[in-house]
């Protein structure tokens, strides 16, 4: 199952990197194939530039009308840029699961 990865980038930047791998693993050993663009593109753009940021988060987009499911990870809260990948998921019909690694969840 091909899996976007939404977790807080913003911030305490470190620690939600450190937040996003543990998502990655977990979503691996769920034995999905996850893909999280704020892993991967922020280390060729800069997030802190707006055209930047941007350019990252359409073409992260254009890897949705791939995947079969969008994982969620609440734990550190949801952001803003959370929410617009959730709202372009919706979109494609995409499948949304909250999922936690450090707490429950009603």
């Known amino acids: 199952m091909l899996v976007i990865i939404e977790s807080p980038y913003r911030g305490d930047v470190e620690s939600n990197l450190k937040y996003a791998r ?7 050993m769920r034995g999905e194939a996850p893909f999280a663009s704020h892993l991967l593109y922020t280390q060729v753009l800069d997030d802190r530039d707006p055209d930047e940021r941007t350019l990252g988060m359409e073409r992260a ?9 969008m994982a969620v990870y609440r734990d ?9 990948g959730m709202e372009i998921a919706e ?10 690694l450090h707490g429950n969840y009603c």
């Not at 543990?22 to 691996?28: F, G, P, R, V």
């Not at 987009?61 to 499911?69: G, I, N, P, V």
């Open 76 to 84: 550190k809260g949801i952001t803003v840029g959370m929410c617009n």
């Open 22 to 28: 543990e998502c990655m693993k977990d979503s691996l």
């Open 61 to 69: 987009f254009w890897w949705y009308k791939h995947a079969d499911l």
């Open 91 to 100: 979109s494609h019909g995409i499948t949304i699961e909250y999922r936690s």
